[in-house]
């Protein structure tokens, strides 16, 4: 039993009772389960949005990322940056029609603003093929760093079960109250840590920052620069736009939005977070600074690169330490992707695709029945095994981004489209992709003398513009039920 | 003073062309601080167009 292995463990069941005590003093009905009775402040959703934004993916996948690709994997500090910038504006409007509309799961927001459930199920079922993907990264980083920092003595598989358990524990009993209170400690936590590792280990092995690249450009003079072919300009550039556009159609995000409890805490989220990614930078600095140290990772094991350079550095305590800190990272945005799966399935699945007459005791029921179900689900993808952190991220983005179109032709001033417009749309966008996957045939292939530039677009951009073109098309051209209702027009 | 959203948008996809004719962290990491600060003075340019359309 190593300091590490103990440390990991205190973390574990220190999290556990204060998500746990979360649920003192209150009534769990749906909406208090889901979205902490819409009373949120500034300070909850910054919190919560934060810890979506900062999960094992920032964690391991950035630093991974930065180890093994170096210039492409500063498009996750752009992204974010300008994700923030459309969210200034388009989150109050959710907000407002949520709120209004007493809109409590992701899907909620499409069926209610196209009047149509079956427009509700179908984005739910793009929603929940996006969240497995998501909850398949949190859980694959939960293996691997309490593996990596137990030094082996847990193996990743028991961690990931461990995880999944007491995710869904604490969710049950607590809803997001539990995620809250985790929240505030990991955030605290990762963000010294990273500030520190950033600082520190470029110090403790090169003497600085620029020595650093320095030794790193004296033996890989190439790695500075974006390659010609793949993850060039023009897979940067796309990439960039594509998960700035999808960012807050990660489901679990616009929970957040709606536990909020003013417009205005929405929009000062929305400030403070860009200043937030900066922390990230901190960790792609670990990832450059492990090229030299911890050489020859490849593939899937680029993940490894902080923790191999971690260990390479500290005492078992101290491991111990950014084990249990990562422990966290993976259970706060893991359990608000769960929290929100299972309200979907609930709300959108169950109620709008079979039981329209449920009560919401009812709906509550089934929610608690599907998120134990859902998490088996992503634990037998975790168990499969495969791609690296981001590129699981990647994909996921590019299916949730088909969602935008029908979002923001809803909430312009006057709105545009139909739901059969916005089925159209979200059809033409998965065809593209779910194409292009079972066939792996990608714009190299189809375009095979066009200019780099052009055959390494990002696929994901590539099927949301047929997707908002298909939206267009049949909106103008197709039939003309009701419109969608307005921003803020309760039903 | 909406146009000053603008800026970022330019900043971030102009940075990895800029880089390709260490820089490329800098940039974006300053033009993170640059979007913080226009979002705040645009909010607060709104909140103040507000109080005035409330006189």
Not at chain 1, 2 to 24: E, K, P, S
Not at chain 1, 284 to 302: S, T
Not at chain 1, 397 to 423: E, I, K, N, V, Y
Request: some cysteine.
């Amino acid at each position: 039993m190593n300091a590490a292995l103990v440390l990991i463990a205190l973390f574990v069941v220190g999290a556990l009772a204060l998500a746990l005590l979360a649920r003192r003093g209150r009534k769990m009905s749906l909406e208090q389960w889901a979205l902490g009775g819409r009373g949120m402040g500034t300070v909850m959703v910054f919190l919560l949005m934060a810890g979506e934004s900062f999960s094992t993916f920032t964690f391991l996948g950035a630093s991974g990322w930065s180890y093994s690709k170096g210039a492409p994997a500063f498009y996750i500090l752009a992204y974010g940056g300008l994700a923030y910038l459309m969210a200034f504006w388009m989150l109050p409007a959710v907000w407002r029609y949520a709120t209004a509309n007493k809109l409590v799961s992701f899907s909620d927001f499409w069926a209610h603003k196209y009047n149509s459930r079956a427009l509700g199920v179908v984005v739910s079922v793009v929603a929940l093929a996006g969240m497995v993907a998501l909850l398949t990264i949190q859980l694959r980083g939960l293996g691997i760093i309490v593996s990596e920092a137990s030094y082996g003595s847990i193996a990743p598989q028991v961690s990931i079960w461990i995880g999944a358990v007491v995710m869904v524990s604490y969710i049950l009993v607590s809803g997001i109250h539990g995620s809250a209170n985790i929240a505030i400690v990991k955030d605290l936590l990762i963000l010294g840590l990273a500030v520190f590792l950033g600082i520190y280990l470029p110090w403790h092995y090169y003497g600085g920052v620029t020595p650093m690249f320095e030794a790193i450009h004296a033996q890989r003079p190439d790695f500075f620069s974006f390659p010609k072919e793949g993850l060039n300009l023009g897979w940067y550039n796309s990439t960039i736009l594509l998960t700035a556009l999808g960012y807050y159609l990660y489901p679990f995000n616009l929970t957040s939005v709606y536990a909020a409890k003013s417009a205005s805490a929405v929009r000062r989220n929305t400030i403070l977070m860009p200043l937030y990614q900066i922390v990230i930078a901190f960790l792609f600095i670990v990832g450059f600074a492990a090229i030299l140290k911890v050489p020859g990772l490849q593939g899937a094991e680029v993940d490894l690169a902080l923790f191999g350079l971690v260990k390479a550095t500290f005492d078992p305590w101290f491991v111990g330490l950014i084990g249990g800190t990562g422990v966290l990272t993976a259970l706060v945005p893991g359990s608000m992707i769960l929290l929100t799966a299972s309200t979907v399935i609930g709300r959108n699945v169950y109620k709008e695709g079979f039981a329209p007459q449920a009560s919401d005791r009812q709906v509550a029921r089934v929610a608690r029945v599907a998120l134990p179900l859902f998490a088996l689900v992503a634990v037998y993808f975790v168990m499969r095994g495969g791609s690296t952190i981001v590129s699981i991220a990647i994909f996921a983005s590019s299916l949730l981004t088909q969602l935008l179109p029908s979002l923001l032709f809803s909430l312009m001033p006057r709105p545009f489209g139909t739901r059969h417009a916005a089925f159209a749309g979200i059809a033409a966008g998965a065809a593209v992709l779910g194409a292009s996957m079972l066939s792996g045939v990608g714009l190299p292939q189809l375009l095979p003398h066009a200019p780099a530039a052009v055959k390494s677009i990002n696929l994901g951009l590539v099927a949301l513009a047929c997707n908002a073109l298909a939206f267009v098309l049949v909106a103008t051209l197709g039939p003309r039920p009701a419109t969608p209702r307005f921003a803020g027009q309760p039903a | 003073i909406r146009w000053l959203a603008a800026l970022p948008v330019i900043a971030f996809f102009s940075g990895g062309w800029l880089s390709g004719h260490p820089f490329l962290m800098a940039w974006n990491v300053s033009w993170l601080v640059l979007t913080s600060l226009i979002l705040l003075v645009i909010d607060r340019s709104e909140r103040i167009e507000d109080d005035e359309d409330l006189q």
